[in-house]
């Protein structure tokens, strides 16, 4: 089994940042690919952003150019940097790694909250 903790949500006024991380333990032979979902209330979960094995990231267009995503491979961490958070960005967000023999894991979610 794989557990998953994430951490780093809260409450943030609009234009501020905030920094989401999401540790992966347990049977982890290799990870592939990590990435964050977000849902907000009355939707559907939907894909924030992706880092492959090697570094290549994918993003929504709602977040380009405000979401950074990045991997530290030795701690089996993901990392969420949101800079310039708009009131549509208050979700809970979930942490997915993707082992190598394809089996994915999810994390519990943390609710991030942007209102002033």
């Known amino acids: 089994q794989v557990q998953l903790v994430e951490s780093g949500g809260g409450l943030v006024q609009p234009g501020g940042s905030l920094r989401l991380s999401c540790a992966a333990s347990g049977s982890i032979f290799s990870i592939n690919a990590m990435g964050w979902y977000r849902q907000a209330p009355g939707k559907e979960r939907e894909l924030v952003t992706t880092i492959s094995s090697r570094g290549n990231t994918n993003y929504a267009d709602s977040v380009k150019g405000r979401f950074t995503i990045s991997r530290d491979n030795a701690k089996n961490t993901v990392y969420l940097q949101m800079n310039s958070l708009k009131p549509e960005d208050t979700a809970v967000y979930y942490c997915?790694?993707?082992?190598?023999?394809?089996?994915?894991?999810w994390g519990k979610g943390t609710l991030v909250t942007v209102s002033s």
């Open positions: 997915k790694v993707v082992l190598q023999n394809g089996v994915p894991y």
